[in-house]
Nanobody, 120 residues
Framework: QVQLVESGGGLVQAGGTLRLSCAAS????????MAWFRQVPEKQRELVAS???????HYADSVKGRFTISRDNARNTVDLQMNSLKPEDTAVYYC??????????????WGQGTQVTVSS
């Protein structure tokens, strides 16, 4: 199994910054893609940003130029630097990893979520 633990959410004013961090632990053999998703009530969870093991990144159009995703493969961590935050960025943010363990093939794993609230 792989456990993902997020940290860094909170309340910030519009235009402010937050940095989310996620650490993966467990009997990890390899982590392919890591990503951040977000979800607001009554809407589908949406991809915010993803990063491959080789460092290739992808961003949702709504966050391009404002958010930066990074990862440390040696430490099995992924961060999301969020700048110029807007009220519409308010959501629960979830860490995601597509990972294999010594007991199972690649599977999707999710963190418990961390609340980000941007006030206007």
């Amino acid at each position: 199994q792989v456990q993902l633990v997020e940290s860094g959410g909170g309340l910030v004013q519009a235009g402010g910054t937050l940095r989310l961090s996620c650490a993966a632990s467990g009997s990890i053999r390899s982590i392919d893609t890591m990503a951040w998703f977000r979800q607001v009530p009554e809407k589908q969870r949406e991809l915010v940003a993803s990063i491959t093991i080789g460092g290739g990144t992808h961003y949702a159009d709504s966050v391009k130029g404002r958010f930066t995703i990074s990862r440390d493969n040696a430490r099995n961590t992924v961060d999301l630097q969020m700048n110029s935050l807007k009220p519409e960025d308010t959501a629960v943010y979830y860490c995601h990893a597509f990972a294999s363990t010594y007991n199972s093939a690649y599977k999707n794993y999710w963190g418990q979520g961390t609340q980000v609230t941007v006030s206007s």
